[in-house]
């Protein structure tokens, strides 16, 4: 939008954007106005600080690479190891922090395959409309009548555990919520009076797709991201859990918690904090999610 | 409408299909040969033959999959390879265990859900808005197992109030079966006591259960409220002078209810996948812990029937969700 | 506000809801055994499948000719009083008791016998290996009520080993259950038609199976007709942290699948006992002998110099013994074989320079069951290890038919596996035959080991008839598998219950599968 060259000389980068600048400053006041939105962008911020710095903040960075030391198992929170340590001596800290960038990387993955499986199907089927559209349409459907769980569930244990066989068969199942997104996006731009006049002037399919629907589709693409960042996380952490995850010593928490759960009740921290940081990360996303949709998409509020 | 409900249906008949299709395949693309697993680890190759034989494994993908369609189309889902059991036995058997927790995972859903939607579109952009927001996005943040686990350190272990995890105590004898929910075979036999211990047990996986289906119906009544309050007729009842506790709960909320009931109906399909979870924490012995279970052993044939039947329970809400709306709405009818 | 109520309803109700106290279930004057496990038991057709859990069921309903008892293991008669062999092991009569009987009351006779041992080949599924090389249905032979003979194809002597694990099944009920000629399989599967000490009773499958004492036992109670249960109930309880809480509580008499720091924890506990045992159950890393880096004896030799060995007892907390041998020390002709490597950096570093990895650099995949905790630590134990040698070790979980299936060639096998492998018998041929060429294919052969001695060594210890010859053979199989280190030879876990002390006649024999128990003799001394 802002590239469209105008005949009047532009004076300055300010003064060209003027509009542009006015607009985000709004959303930024709107952001700011809002308690948990701001904590939602905290909670992200700190994820991903501990993500890219994790191994330097990591007290004990070698015990997230499955050190071993057996005569300090399992030792309650202390000053030496704030989040105990678990039942091979390392510490739950390290393990934790560390975490932080391998559910980042699932979160990226997943809705990054997602969306790039699922935004394509979504504009051509939405601007094709017809058969295609029906065809694409019924197939998204199959995929969404089974909870994503379940789903990707069947699909591990036919893979087989481990953490690229679970982003994949996460990825298999997310997709189908973004041509819905998309499709229903598309289908209400294509009657809108400025694509009409668009294809009247002749512009061709491609450049009515990349320059008038995709950029209006960006917004509650934006905000479908951002809350299924933390939607994915947490869905591999269940896989982790049930047992089908990340393998070791590549701290996952979801993982953390799988075997944790043997130790309970007695060693409690071990599968406490895990679950905290997956829980802080997800609502984080969420929040921030939620914020962002309040300003770019004021309609669809509280849904 | 007859029309339309024809539709429909085809509709549904082609999704199930589907559903069929896809998750057969995916299945089947494993490297694990289950039949190697339930010969026993002694056995001999032509030993694991007779299994596979048995199982109509030997066969080719085509082939198998044509006889399971068949199967499916007479009702019979294929035989577990570890319980040597046909699937539709063991769903059968499992399924009301589900039932009973998703059902009451779902009374607690709306029994909460509903009246704080209410306040908080009441009191909009009040401390309760925030709370209840801060909440509801929670809800969807915890992590199932995880906050299982808290509650059964908390109230089962710590505070001795609850049980740790099952369906009864230990050896209770479960009520003799009418509907095979503890909780209503147990009152129509009579038996109190089982029906405290069963009432007991179901709470913790219940709540945990409900948790995100809480959040969803609680936004969804807000946002519905919200709209309701601030239509005409709404205002032209308050102008009239009816008292506002009565506008909010007789004219709004049967206003409201209608998405409500939609998000619910979406939230079922949804909740019987998150059994999964919170059947593996509790112990639960459900379709949920089935499927895992038969997963981790590699055994296709019932996680195939759990994920069809929890398909199709989706789908066919969905379709009377259709149905009602296309009821409700005649302009649906003609598109 | 209705969530207040809603709480209120709640605080009312636990609050008139203590947790029950803890009582023994009894049936009249008599006490039931309850036993908290993890295992399922699907199947109890005893010639369909057998493991822990199901074999516990098994040889609780069901007798065998003879019954393994005591600790190191012993073959005592059974259903049968005696038996004799010829002298090459080609022959074995057996003469059966007279009294005994099955629950519907029918005797047990030699034709029961041959039926059970027919169908237990026929059907050619869990047990089925044991025989079915040796035996064929024809060589059967009902010689009178009381005695059958087996005319084998070839000379065998561990023959005698497997009997106890052959069940006895009544053939008039059987046979009055066939469908489609399935040989009762699919009645077998939740029913039983024997003539053990228990009778099945609720069966909920996946929950809780109970068993009743059959009250004229042929064979009496050695604990007493006056001290014995009314029953066993067997309640599956999956976490252990439900069953050390069951335990605790005393909902539970039994517990087996504690992890080892809750065995330790619960040691001191007043009124629980810990039994620990050293069982036959060896712990051993596999390395792929065929293909790959580890086809290298020298690199194996320095992973299994480089091993520290006192880790993997630690890992059990100290509950485990090292091996000294590829055979466990239970076994018949165990011998602690001298050259066997300890840990020793140096010796490690001079073996890898001998290799074609002199410096190092590679990485190596080790496989392990998923959510076999254990071995997942020793896994993370070998990477610590190996990084010594600059070696990297990559740790990964796999679904135990997946594993199986890799394993099963020398072009999939992981470069190393661990498995745990427990004998089925105390003959020493059940292990030596592990590392015999014909072994490809089965699970404990995932290194493919082939020395064509020791292949000559085991196929001649097995066909001799005194115990004087074949033992030395099996020293020096024993001394030539360790020279080749065709795995990194691990430790001996030890089997663990944890029960009340009021429980008792609790017997250990290592020839059980882990977890499993003799339930025949258990009972509870308490009023």
Redesign the interface.
């Known amino acids: 939008m802002a590239s469209d060259t105008t005949s009047v000389a532009p004076t300055g980068w300010r003064a060209r954007h003027a509009g542009t600048i006015r607009q985000w400053r709004l959303y930024a006041h709107l952001f700011r106005r809002s ?2 939105s701001m ?1 939602g962008l905290f909670l992200v911020v700190l994820f991903l600080v501990l993500a890219a710095a994790g191994p330097a903040l990591a007290p004990y960075p070698e015990d997230t690479m499955g050190a071993v030391h057996l005569d300090n198992r399992l030792k309650p929170p202390s000053l030496t190891h704030p989040f105990g340590t678990d039942e091979m001596g390392n510490d739950i800290l390290s393990r934790v922090i560390v975490g932080t960038r391998t559910s980042l990387w699932i979160g990226l993955i997943i809705t990054g395959v997602a969306a790039l499986i699922g935004v394509p199907l979504g504009i051509f089927a939405g601007y094709m409309g017809g058969r295609i559209r029906e065809v694409i349409m ?2 998204t ?3 969404l ?7 990707a ?8 555990p481990g953490i690229t066989n679970c982003v994949i068969a996460l990825s298999l199942v997310w997709w189908p919520g973004y041509v819905r997104l998309i499709d229903s996006k598309t289908l209400a731009l294509k009657e809108e009076l400025y694509i009409e006049a668009a294809r009247a002037i002749g512009a061709r399919t491609p450049r009515i797709l990349f320059h008038h629907i995709l950029p209006n589709c960006v917004s509650p693409l934006i905000v479908k991201a951002s809350m299924d960042m ?2 994915a996380i ?1 869905s591999a ?2 896989l982790g ?4 995850g990340a393998k070791p010593p590549s701290p996952e928490w ?1 993982a953390m ?1 799988s075997v944790a ?1 043997s130790y ?2 007695d060693w ?1 921290w071990y ?2 904090f ?2 905290l940081a ?2 802080l990360t ?2 984080g996303f ?2 921030f999610g ?1 914020g962002l949709r309040d300003i770019l998409d004021p309609k669809s ?3 | 409408m007859v029309l339309f409900v024809g539709k429909r249906l085809v ?1 549904f008949g ?2 199930l299909l ?2 069929l299709t ?2 057969f395949l ?9 039949a ?12 694991v033959e ?2 596979r034989r048995e199982y109509g494994l030997d066969k080719s993908l085509p082939e198998q999959y044509a006889v399971y369609i068949g199967g499916v189309l007479r009702g019979d889902l294929g035989r577990s390879i ?4 046909p699937v539709v036995d ?1 769903l059968l ?1 499992y399924f009301p265990a589900t039932l009973e927790l998703v059902l009451v995972a779902m009374g607690l859903g709306i ?2 859900g509903v ?2 939607g209410m306040l908080s579109a009441v009191y909009r952009d009040s401390w309760i808005d ?1 709370a209840t ?2 909440f509801s ?2 809800g ?8 299982g ?2 509650l ?2 908390y109230f089962a ?2 505070l ?8 009864l ?3 209770t ?2 009520p003799e079966p009418i509907t095979r929910l503890y909780l209503v075979d147990s009152l129509l036999r009579g038996e109190f006591d089982t029906f ?1 211990e069963a ?2 047990h179901i ?1 913790l996986p219940a709540l945990v259960l409900s948790f995100p289906c809480l959040a969803s119906i609680l ?2 009544n ?2 519905e409220m ?1 709209e309701v309050l601030q239509s005409d007729y709404i205002v032209a009842a308050r102008a009239n002078g009816i008292p506002a506790f009565r506008i909010i709960t007789v004219y709004a909320l049967k206003n409201a209810m209608l998405p409500t009931l939609a998000i619910i109906g979406l939230r079922f ?2 909740m ?3 059994t ?2 919170v059947e ?1 924490v509790f ?1 639960w ?1 459900g379709i949920g812990l ?9 055994d ?1 044939k019932p ?2 029937g ?2 069809l039947l ?2 199709f329970c ?2 066919f809400i ?1 379709f009377l969700i259709d149905l009602a709306y296309g009821w409700l709405d005649p302009r649906l009818r003609t598109q | ?3 207040f109520v ?1 709480l209120g309803l ?1 605080a009312a ?2 609050s008139t ?1 203590a ?2 106290a803890a009582a023994f ?1 009894r049936v009249g004057d008599r006490k ?1 055994i ?1 036993f ?1 496990g993890r295992q399922q038991v ?2 109890i057709d005893p010639h ?4 822990w859990s199901i074999r516990m069921m098994q040889q609780s309903l069901y007798d065998a000719m003879a019954k393994y008892n005591g600790n190191p293991a012993k073959i005592e008669p059974w259903l049968a009083q005696k038996w004799e062999s010829s002298p090459d092991a080609k022959t074995w009569t057996f003469h059966l008791v007279k009294n005994a009987k099955f629950h519907n009351g029918d005797p047990v006779d030699a034709e029961a016998v041959r039926y059970s041992f027919e169908r237990g080949l026929k ?4 047990v ?3 025989l ?1 090389d040796v035996l064929d249905p024809s060589g059967i032979e009902v010689v009178d009520a009381h005695t059958v003979r087996f005319n084998l194809k070839s000379s065998y002597a561990p023959f005698i080993s497997w009997i106890p694990w052959w069940y006895i099944v009544n053939p008039k009920q059987v046979k009055a259950n066939e469908v489609d000629g399935d040989y009762g ?1 699919k009645w077998l ?1 939740e029913n039983a038609a024997g003539s053990g000490p228990f009778k099945t009773k ?1 069966w ?5 199976y109970e068993l009743v004492a059959v009250d004229d036992y042929w064979k009496g109670w050695p604990q007493g007709e006056k001290n014995r249960p009314a029953g066993i ?1 067997y ?1 599956i ?3 252990p ?2 069953q050390k ?2 335990l605790q509580r005393g ?2 008499d039994i517990v087996e699948g504690l992890t080892p720091d809750d065995y330790d924890q619960i040691k001191s506990t007043k009124g629980i006992v810990v039994q620990s045992h050293a069982g036959m159950t060896t712990f051993g890393i596999k390395f792929n002998t065929q293909t790959g880096p580890t086809k290298d004896i020298n690199l194996r030799k320095a992973i299994a110099y480089a091993v520290d060995y006192d880790s993997f007892v630690k890992v059990y907390n100290g509950a485990a013994i090292l091996e000294t041998s590829p055979f466990p020390q239970g076994m018949q002709g165990h011998i602690d074989v001298p050259e066997r490597p300890k840990q020793d950096l140096a010796k490690a570093k001079e073996y890898l320079a001998k290799s074609a990895y002199p410096n190092g650099g590679i990485e190596l995949d080790y496989y392990h069951v ?2 076999l905790e254990e071995a997942r630590r020793i896994g993370l134990v070998l990477l610590d290890n190996l990084s010594k040698l600059n070696i990297k070790v990559n740790v990964t979980p796999e ?4 594993m ?3 394993g ?1 060639k020398p072009d999939t096998a992981p470069n190393m596996t661990s498995v745990y492998v427990t004998p ?1 018998s105390t003959d020493p041929d059940a292990v030596a035959y592990q590392y015999h060429r014909n072994a490809w ?4 052969a995932m290194s493919h080991y082939d020395n064509p001695d020791v292949n000559a060594l085991i196929d001649r210890a097995r066909t001799l008839g005194k115990w004087e010859e074949r033992a030395p053979l099996y020293a020096e199989i024993q001394k030539k598998i360790v020279a080749d280190q065709p795995e990194v030879f691990g430790m001996i876990q030890n089997r663990r219950w944890a029960h009340r002390d009021y429980l008792k006649g609790f017997a250990f024999s290592p020839v059980r599968f882990t977890g499993e128990v003799d339930l025949y003799p258990l009972w509870i001394d308490a009023k």
């Open positions: 308690f948990s904590l019924r197939i459907d199959v995929f009548s089974v909870p994503g769980l379940a789903l569930l069947a699909i591990v244990a036919s893979l087989g933390g939607m947490l952490a269940s859990f049930i047992g089908l979801g918690i759960r309970m009740p409690w599968a406490l895990p679950g997956i829980y997800v609502l969420n929040l939620d509020r509280g849904r | 509709l082609f999704m589907g559903l896809i998750m995916i299945t089947n693309v494993a490297p694990g040969d289950p190697k697993l339930m010969a026993g680890q002694n056995a001999t190759q032509d030993m007779t299994i570890v319980s040597t059991k063991e058997r029994l909460i009246p704080f925030h927001r801060i996005v929670s969807v943040a915890l992590p199932a197992f995880w906050f686990l808290l059964q350190l272990v710590h001795e109030w609850l049980p740790v995890s099952g369906r105590e230990l050896i004898p479960p405290r009432l007991q709470i936004r969804v807000r946002a919200l399909g949804w019987l996948g998150s999964v979870l593996t112990d012995p089935y499927a895992v279970q038969s997963a981790l052993y590699s296709f996680v195939l759990v994920t929890i398909g989706f789908i969905n | 506000m209705k969530k809603m709640a109700l636990l809801a947790l029950p279930e039931v309850v908290g699907p199947v369909v499948r057998y493991d059907l050619n599924k869990g089925a290996w044991m079915k399989q599967t609720r909920e499958q996946n929950v809780l109930i309640k309880i999956r976490e942290a439900a809480a069951a909902e539970a998923a959510g679904q135990w038919p997946n199986v299936a890799k099963s089925i294919g089965q699970y404990f």
